[in-house]
């Protein structure tokens, strides 16, 4: 819990509520309703644990901004609660209501348990992975997928890091539940011409293409549009991306719009995969790009706008 000044209105209010959301109470010393609702507040930060901060401001001490959030809400009496998130003063409460009535409002703008633990595995697989223990990242994504199977991102990462170490069949159990996203999510739809392409190189009869079969097409006619993706698949499938992209810009330059824009959106889609996790950085700073996609984003757009 926090008091709020004139002084720290703007670091612990504002820019707090950019990182966690901040529950303000108003209240003054004279207010009976008010000193009946405080340590109703206090207990249910404590059993939040985290989810949310409670701040107070005392409205006889600052009523430069009490009486602008008043005005805001067109409320007129105390204790009155203002929820802080983004920056923002986005919802209230008016009076010393029951302890279930609060948890029912802060649900509504507090993160669940469940997201918040599911973020904290997420935090840490990408730290075992910058560590080098693969194994260790995919127990934590695992466990995070299980805790909030609802986070979109944290899935595609998992379903990503066990392509990336062959377990094809563990992908797709853990892809099954979102698989009717993939026409409508941008990494999901990612995700599933990447399977795609192991499944052509790997088909469950017959032999597997060979590289230099399809290479031989292609020698004899450079137009020969279903060899260079088939090609570009098998490169997909060998994780060997920048060997597939330029393969698929062989076809973008000579027809943009082949198969339904095949080559384009399959490009998009392994941009999406070799697109690395944003790196922290200080607030106000952007994340440096990584150069490899930089570079392709590039020639895409420089081929098909040309």
């Known amino acids: 819990m926090i008091d ?18 901040v529950l303000l109470d108003i209240w003054a010393e004279w207010c009976g309703p008010c000193k009946q609702l405080g340590p109703v507040l206090e207990q249910l930060e404590v059993e939040y644990a985290g989810r949310f901060m409670l701040a107070k401001l005392d409205a006889d001490k600052v009523p430069q901004i009490s009486q602008q959030l008043s005005q805001m809400f067109g409320v007129r009496s105390i204790p009155f609660c203002v929820m802080f ?8 409460f008016v009076g010393a209501i029951p302890a279930a009535d609060i948890r029912t409002f802060l649900d509504k703008h507090v993160p669940a348990a469940e997201e918040l633990e599911a973020a904290a595995q997420e935090e840490a ?13 995919l ?16 899935r595609f990462d998992y379903i990503k890091l066990l392509l990336q170490q062959g377990r094809d069949d563990d ?5 099954a539940p979102v698989i009717s996203k993939a026409p409508v999510v941008r990494r999901f739809d990612a995700l599933q011409r990447w399977m795609d392409a192991i499944d052509f ?7 597997a293409p060979a590289l230099a079969d399809i290479d031989a097409k292609i020698a004899a006619a450079k137009r020969d549009f279903p060899a260079r993706f088939d090609r570009a698949r098998l490169l997909m499938a060998a994780q060997q991306w920048t060997d597939a992209m330029d393969e698929l810009l062989e076809i973008l330059m000579r027809d943009k719009g082949w198969s339904e824009e095949l080559a384009r959106k399959t490009y998009v889609a392994i941009l999406e995969i070799i697109e690395p996790p944003k790196v922290k950085v200080a607030d106000g700073q952007i994340p440096p790009a ?17």
């Not at 998130?85 to 209230?92: A, I, L, N, T």
């Not at 697989?125 to 990242?137: C, F, H, P, R, S």
């Not at 992908?171 to 892809?175: D, E, G, L, R, T």
Request: overall charge negative.
């Open 125 to 137: 697989a990408q730290d075992a992975l910058a560590e080098g223990d693969t194994e260790g990242a």
């Open 139 to 154: 127990e934590k994504l695992q466990h995070a997928v299980a805790t909030d199977p609802s986070n979109d991102d944290t």
């Open 171 to 175: 992908a797709k159990v853990a892809f």
């Open 4 to 21: 709020i000044t004139l002084d720290n209105f703007q670091t612990e209010l504002i820019d707090g509520s950019m990182a966690v959301p």
């Open 290 to 306: 990584d150069p490899t996609v930089s570079t392709y984003r590039r020639r895409l757009s420089s081929v098909v706008l040309s």
């Open 201 to 207: 190189a790997n088909p469950p009869t017959g032999a």
């Open 85 to 92: 998130k983004g920056g923002q003063p986005v919802d209230g």
